[in-house]
């Protein structure tokens, strides 16, 4: 197996890792300790495991390490100012949007990439948009409310 | 009087929702712990096969791999996943019929061998130089087939393939005679679907021996202390040597109630004296851990023209799989539920528990009362039909009222069947849209509707202990101590609800401390909407306890007697003069930091052990719009009208019932397992082979939850979790009903079944396809 040495740049912070040519990005975030990122089902059917490369969502578990290396990964741990949660993780906590939570960081990190490039979207547009992260326990309802509901807030800008 | 509470009622944040949300909340498969290996297990390629002869020297040979066990290396003590023999007051239909790794293989994905290596590619590796001699015996998957004479025998224990023959304790009158009675009589056979769970977080454990001998796991669970005990009874070790640690839990729905594979992990530590991991993919977990139960169920009723029900029967068969697991409880839950649910005076159900070599099943979410709805809701809507009844009407003339029988037999304090069914049919406009023209093109319009009445936990088939802990902090918060397991229903979210009410302080005063055997008290298990109703009520006696003290404490402060104060808002204060008083954070500093030789860290311990079980109920009205050229169903909107007592948490209760709707929908409409006829591999292992809904499936949902309180609730909750998946599947099967006018008898309802059943000419066997 082929190994280098790369850099990587992830929630703001750079990087420099061995890493062999078949290492997914979900188990290089994993032996960084950053296991906020899920993985569910392990080939791109589920959405688990979503992150952003350079504001693109991305399935960590079906992307190799290599080929993100000095792009702009964001995952879940690195959405949040410190305390100051974004929007979308506040509006998904006071809305009763989380049950066991492993679909979370997904859901929120493809619900950013969403509001990114569509910051006032219809319910039927989050629908679609979300149409590739599973959940088993909520039905979905909360979290939709929770993404229309971070739309809003976004909107009159009191993040 | 309306009660006015503070905390309790309120949409509080889930417990650990930020944790969550910010990436930080451990889950098994998070945790690292160093020198840790990775375990792998082998399992069985052919679905009925004898071990002949076993050859692990390749694989032990191999760099990196520490450990390789087979049959050969683990004493072949029998013992049954499933936790009930443990609390049944009856355990004698419970059987032991599983080893931790077996020298017969009687599904595929059954434990042949283990191993634990430095890394995944390693443990790979060495499972695949295990050489295995197999004796292929043939298989047998269907349940019918299986009580045939001649039949392969998947248990040599078990002739015919029946592990365990069940009649319902409950039966009563004569049911013949009800047949008589009745104006019209329908019976129909069923096959209702073997659901795959499809928690998100796949199965994962981790084991690991101290130096002092004592056996840690981090698993997920519903049922720590008696998981423990399992593991105990295993590994002959005492339960204290045994700590059980459960993480955020990424899903259970009932399946990490019965123990899965923390046996083998904690075989593989055992040998290696390292931790060990074992981490199954989607395509593992779904092929090799418990399903829903398949059941073959004829069901028979009788009514009367006026339509009251003059008899029901059951008769089934249930296909559990290779193991028998919770195969008698879910059972008697099925006939509990069948013949509990309407006032009827000749009632009978019979069982045969059978085995099949297809995926063990479990107890999950709804159990039995899941699948007997699935019959019951249904065959109410073809009698109404045939009798020329409106379906609401006849549900209406037969069910069951306060201090009527409840499905287990215990007297109902509440029935609120009646009230949840006419708001419902209120609410959704059943009069006029029932009586609304199908349509005439290839859409049609249909409207059905179906109830439930669930349970609030296992009493009285099983013993139910309960035990919380409350300390107080010097700064007037406090720590709840409980076991109270949170797969995502937000129970320790509810408990702490329920504890900040009693003592008068705010939801985040709660600091919650769960998930450790070696913390929490004993406990056992939760499932069947034990938690809120249960746990919940030791979680109040304790806060009771405390707030006893913090009153004891605040009256000699202020020189009044403790029943003259009360608290609200973490202040303590004169009822008869509430400007008079002090605060909580007062006391507890006080009482901490005593230096008149009065020291105190006010707290309190309660506990609970059911009496009752009081029934969750539901109504649930679904809408459909049926293509008759493609057959695909459109659920246009769900309706579902709950009570489940007092609500604690409405986000909560609310986040329950959607859940369980989408997860009836995938039960009704797509969900159930492709098991390969001839090779008996599981084919739908994947979430592309076995659709769950996504948010482009889920229909319209309303939620109402019309909340009655329930006098033995805590704050007169009851349960919720467990009884949403029951109604909602017939409810949406008797919209199709409505629609086009068939039945699919073989669940799930797909397309291809909704078209063959429209194909029959009408008139003959009522267009039913099975």
């Not at chain 1, 390490?65 to 006071?94: C, M, N, W, Y």
């Not at chain 2, 509990?336 to 159900?349: D, E, I, M």
């Not at chain 2, 009410?501 to 929490?520: N, W």
Request: aromatic fraction near 6%; hydrophobic fraction near 40%.
């Amino acid at each position: 197996m082929k190994k280098e040495i790369a850099t990587f740049k992830i929630n703001d912070r750079p990087y420099e890792v061995i890493v062999t040519s078949d290492m997914t990005l979900y188990e290089l975030l994993r032996n960084l300790h950053l296991t906020g990122t899920k993985r569910s089902c392990g080939v791109g059917e589920c959405g688990s495991c979503t992150v952003l490369v350079d504001g693109n969502p991305t399935l960590a578990c079906s992307t190799l390490a290599i080929a993100v290396r000095d792009k702009e990964i964001l995952t879940i741990e690195g959405l949040s100012r410190g305390a100051q949660l974004h929007p979308l993780q506040q509006a998904f906590v006071d809305g009763g949007a989380i049950q066991c939570g492993f679909c979370t960081p997904g859901m929120i990190l493809m619900a950013k990439a969403l509001l990114d490039e569509n910051p006032t979207p219809t319910r039927e547009e989050v629908k679609e948009g979300l149409g590739g992260n599973l959940c088993r326990c909520t039905g979905y309802v909360k979290i939709i409310d929770a993404v229309m509901a971070s739309v809003e807030k976004m909107r009159r800008g009191d993040s | 009087m309306v009660q006015e509470f503070s905390v309790v009622g309120k949409r509080a944040p889930r417990w650990g929702a930020r944790d969550i949300a910010t990436g930080t909340a451990k889950y098994v498969v998070d945790i690292e712990l160093p020198g840790m290996l990775v375990g792998k297990v082998l399992t069985s390629p052919h679905p009925h096969a004898r071990i002949i002869g076993i050859d692990k020297s390749g694989a032990e040979k191999l760099p990196g791999v520490e450990a390789v066990l087979t049959f050969e290396d683990i004493p072949p003590k029998l013992f049954t996943p499933n936790r009930h023999d443990l609390i049944l007051y009856h355990p004698e239909n419970e059987c032991k019929d599983m080893q931790v790794i077996s020298d017969k293989a009687r599904f595929v994905g059954d434990r042949i061998a283990a191993v634990a290596a430095v890394d995944t590619v390693t443990a790979q590796k060495a499972l695949e130089l295990i050489e295995v001699k197999y004796e292929v015996l043939p298989p047998v998957f269907d349940p019918l087939e299986a009580v045939k004479p001649g039949a392969p025998r998947v248990h040599d224990f078990a002739p015919n393939n029946i592990a365990l023959h069940l009649k319902f304790p409950g039966s009563r009158g004569d049911v013949e005679k009800g047949f008589q009675d009745a104006d019209c009589v329908i019976e129909e056979t069923f096959r209702t679907s073997k659901q795959l769970v499809s928690q998100l977080e796949p199965c994962a454990c981790i084991a690991s021996f101290g130096p002092d001998g004592r056996l840690t796991i981090w698993s997920p669970g519903q049922s720590a202390f008696l998981q423990r005990r399992k593991l105990a009874e295993i590994f002959d070790m005492p339960e204290g040597m045994i700590r059980w640690i459960t993480p955020h839990v990424g899903g259970s729905f009932g399946k990490f109630g019965s123990l899965s594979i923390e046996p083998v992990c904690a075989a593989l530590a055992k040998k290696t004296g390292k931790p060990v991991k074992i981490e199954y993919s989607r395509e593992e977990d779904s092929s090799r851990t418990e399903t829903r139960q398949k059941y073959v169920a004829t069901g028979k009723i009788g009514v009367k023209k006026d339509g009251a029900i003059t008899a029901l029967q059951e008769k089934l068969v249930v296909d559990g799989g290779a193991y028998f697991s919770r195969n008698s409880t879910t059972t008697m839950a099925n006939m509990g539920s069948f013949t509990g649910l309407y006032r009827c005076p000749n009632v009978a159900a019979e069982a045969d528990c059978v085995y099949t070599n297809i995926l063990t099943t479990g107890g999950i979410r709804g159990y039995g009362n899941s699948e007997a709805m699935c019959v019951l809701e249904q065959l109410i809507d073809r009698a109404a039909r045939e009798i020329g009844m409106d379906p609401v009407q006849l549900r209406l003339r037969n069910i069951k009222r306060a201090g009527d029988p409840d499905s287990k037999g215990l007297r109902m304090e509440t029935c609120t069947l009646e009230e949840i069914i006419r708001l419902g049919a209120e609410k959704v406009g059943w009069a006029e849209k029932r009586a609304r023209k199908k349509g005439e093109g290839a859409k049609r319009y249909g409207i059905g509707m179906a109830i439930m009445m669930d349970l609030s936990g296992a009493h009285p088939s099983c013993i139910q202990h309960r035990n919380a802990y409350i300390k107080f902090n010097e700064d007037g918060s406090a720590n709840l101590i409980v076991t109270a397991y949170d797969m995502g229903q937000n129970l320790c979210g509810t408990c702490a609800q329920i504890a900040a009410e009693v003592l008068g302080i705010r939801y985040e005063d709660i600091h919650i401390v769960t998930g450790d055997t070696d913390i929490t008290m004993f406990d056992t298990g939760i499932g069947a909407s034990a938690g809120l109703y249960q746990v919940g009520h030791a979680v109040m006696n304790a806060a009771l306890e405390a707030k006893k003290q913090l009153l004891d404490r605040a009256g000699k402060k202020l020189g009044v007697a403790a029943d003259e104060l009360e608290v609200r808002d973490r202040r303590i204060y004169l009822k008869s003069d509430p400007r008079r008083g002090i605060s909580v954070a007062e006391v507890t500093k006080q009482a901490t930091y005593n230096f008149e030789g009065e020291h105190l860290n006010i707290s309190g311990k309660g506990s609970f052990s059911p009496t009752q079980s009081p029934p969750p109920f539901a109504a649930v009205f679904a809408e459909v719009e049926v293509d008759i050229e493609t057959a695909e169903v459109k659920i246009l909107r769900i309706l579902y009208v709950s009570d489940s007592g007092r609500v604690i948490n409405p986000a909560t209760v609310e986040g329950q019932v959607e859940g369980g709707i989408a997860q009836s929908v995938g039960y009704c409409l797509t969900e159930d397992c492709v098991i390969n006829k001839e090779t008996g591999i599981l084919e739908s292992d994947n979430f592309t082979t076995y659709k769950i809904p996504s948010t482009l499936d889920i229909p319209e949902m309303e939620v109402i939850l019309y909340e009655a309180p329930v006098p033995s609730g805590p704050f007169g909750a009851k349960g919720v979790g467990h009884g949403t998946t029951i109604a909602v599947n017939p409810a949406i099967a008797n919209a199709i009903y409505d629609a086009v006018g068939v039945f699919v008898t073989d669940m799930p309802a797909t397309p291809e079944k909704i078209l063959e059943a429209l194909r029959r000419p009408s008139g003959t066997s009522s267009g039913i396809v099975s």
